[in-house]
């Protein structure tokens, strides 16, 4: 059983900074691309950003210049810092993983639980 769990959500004031952190737990062999996105009430959710193995990023337009995502392969973990926030950046963030693991290992994506960012003044 493989399990996210993202920690770092709440609520912050426009121009303000968070930094989200999701980590990785269970019988796990290793971890391919890891990323963060994000739902609002309504609408369908939305890649933030991502990054592979070797440290590769990408980002959604929305967010390029802000947004941060960086990840540490010896704990398993993704974190998303996120700087100069706006309104519209509010949504439930999830973390996403492709994680390999099982017998015998295959690969399979697992969502986190989400976590709520909230900007408002």
């Known amino acids: 059983q493989v399990q996210l769990v993202e920690s770092g959500g709440g609520l912050v004031q426009p121009g303000g900074s968070l930094r989200l952190s999701c980590a990785a737990s269970?019988?796990?062999?290793?971890?391919?691309?890891m990323g963060w996105y994000r739902q609002i009430p309504g609408k369908e959710r939305e890649l933030v950003a991502s990054i592979t193995t070797g440290g590769s990023e990408n980002y959604a337009d929305s967010v390029k210049g802000r947004f941060t995502i960086s990840r540490d392969n010896a704990k398993n973990t993704v974190y998303l810092q996120m700087n100069s926030l706006k309104p519209e950046d509010t949504a439930v963030y999830y973390c996403?993983?492709?994680?390999?693991?099982?017998?015998?290992?295959?690969?399979?994506?697992?969502w986190g639980q989400g976590t709520l960012v909230t900007v408002s003044s």
């Open positions: 269970g019988s796990i062999f290793s971890i391919d691309l």
């Open positions: 996403n993983a492709k994680v390999l693991s099982g017998s015998p290992p295959r690969f399979f994506g697992v």
